[in-house]
Nanobody
Framework: QVQLVESGGGLVQAGGSLRLSCAASGGTFSSVVMGWFRQAPGKEREFVAVISRGGGRTNYADSVKGRFTISRDNAKNTVYLQMDSLKPEDTAVYYC??????????????????WGQGTQVTVSS
């Protein structure tokens, strides 16, 4: 059983940056694919980014490509989401997720087994 705890959310002005962190425990971190999803009010949870077990492969939603960067530190059991050039439409609860059978191409929430509680990101215009 993998437990995930996100941190780093908050309020930022448009054009600003935030760095989300997700600390994992209870499993072998390097054996799971890690990802980030987000959910805005009244909308479905959507894929943001995914990173392979070793960190060598990443994929992003088109809406964040070039602005967000996912990375992981397997020695620290932590995955990060660096968010730059933030826009008001990035406002959402951001969820960290882990998938024992996911791949670096996984984009469906059903591909992932474990979820954090989420952290709120609010971007003001």
């Amino acid at each position: 059983q993998v437990q995930l705890v996100e941190s780093g959310g908050g309020l930022v002005q448009a054009g600003g940056s935030l760095r989300l962190s997700c600390a994992a425990s209870g499993g072998t971190f390097s054996s799971v694919v890690m990802g980030w999803f987000r959910q805005a009010p009244g909308k479905e949870r959507e894929f943001v980014a995914v990173i392979s077990r070793g960190g060598g492969r990443t994929n992003y939603a088109d809406s964040v490509k070039g602005r967000f960067t996912i990375s992981r530190d397997n020695a620290k059991n932590t995955v990060y989401l660096q968010m730059d050039s933030l826009k008001p439409e990035d406002t959402a609860v951001y969820y960290c997720t882990a998938g024992a059978y996911a791949t670096a191409s996984s984009r469906r929430w059903g591909d992932f087994n474990y979820w954090g509680q989420g952290t709120q990101v609010t971007v003001s215009s």
